[in-house]
C-alpha cells in the first residue's frame, strides 16, 4: 500500500477541532486530493443500500425520515449515549469506508493524498498513512465550536468528545500538531511550514 515517494497524509483531531478547515486550505493553496472519510460514510448508508437496510432492521423506520434518509440526529442520540451500540454501529460502516479508501489511494497518480479521517485511531486506518498529522485545539474552544456547529447542548456535546479518543492522546501519537487555538493566518502559516517537510 505505501508506495515510499508518495506522502500519504492522515489528517484526523477531535471532533470541531478544525479538520475541514486545515483540508479546505490544503486543497484550495495546494491543489491536493482529499479523500473523506465522512463522505464514504455517508455514501454508505445511503438510500436502498445494504447497511441502511441492516441499520433499519435494528433500530426500525423511525430512523429514517419521510423520504427514506438516515436521520443522523436520531440516531446519533442513540449512538452517542450507548457505546455498544456505536460499535456496532461502527462495525457496519468502517469496512466499506475501508474499502473507498483503498480503491482511491490505489487508482490515485497524486504524490501527495490527504486522508481525512476523524477516527483514524478509533478505526484503525494508521496502516494507509505514511504520516499522521493532528489538527489540535483546547478542550474549552472544542466544547464551544461544537455546540455553536451542531446546535448541541452541553450535555450532547460532551457525549461526542467523550466517544472519541482524547485529543491529548492523539497528540502523543501524531508526526505533526497544527494548533487551531489561535487564529486562521496562525494556522495557516503551520499548514505551509507542515506541507514543505518531506518524511
Known amino acids: 500500500m505505501k508506495q515510499n515517494s508518495r506522502r500519504i497524509i492522515g489528517l484526523t483531531g477531535g471532533i470541531a477541532t478544525g479538520k475541514t478547515t486545515v483540508s479546505d486550505y490544503l486543497a484550495n493553496n495546494y491543489h491536493l486530493s482529499i479523500l473523506d472519510a465522512d463522505i464514504y460514510a455517508k455514501e454508505a448508508v445511503e438510500i436502498n443500500s445494504p447497511i441502511l437496510e441492516t441499520i433499519k432492521q435494528r433500530y426500525g423506520d423511525r430512523i429514517c425520515s419521510e423520504t427514506g434518509e438516515l436521520n443522523r440526529q ?3 442520540k442513540i449512538i452517542f449515549n450507548d457505546s455498544i451500540e456505536k460499535k456496532w454501529l461502527e462495525s457496519q460502516i468502517h469496512p466499506y469506508v475501508r474499502q473507498r479508501f483503498k480503491e482511491e ?4 497518480q ?4 490527504i486522508l481525512d479521517i476523524p477516527l483514524l485511531f478509533e478505526s484503525n486506518l494508521t496502516y494507509l498513512v505514511t504520516e499522521i498529522w493532528i489538527v489540535y485545539c483546547s478542550y474549552e ?7 455553536k456547529r451542531n446546535n448541541l447542548t452541553e450535555k450532547d456535546a ?3 468528545i467523550k466517544s472519541q479518543l482524547p485529543i491529548n492522546e492523539k497528540v502523543k ?3 505533526i500538531v497544527l494548533d487551531n487555538s489561535s487564529n486562521l493566518g496562525d494556522l495557516y502559516q503551520q499548514i505551509d511550514e507542515a506541507i514543505k517537510l518531506h518524511k
Not at 489511494?105 to 490515485?108: A, D, G, L, P, T
Not at 497524486?110 to 493524498?113: A, K, S, T, Y
Not at 474552544?141 to 455546540?147: E, G, H, P
Open 105 to 108: 489511494i490505489n487508482q490515485s
Open 158 to 160: 460532551i457525549a461526542r
Open 141 to 147: 474552544k472544542q466544547m464551544k465550536r461544537l455546540m
Open 74 to 76: 436520531k440516531l446519533g
Open 110 to 113: 497524486e504524490e501527495v493524498i
Open 173 to 175: 501519537m501524531g508526526d
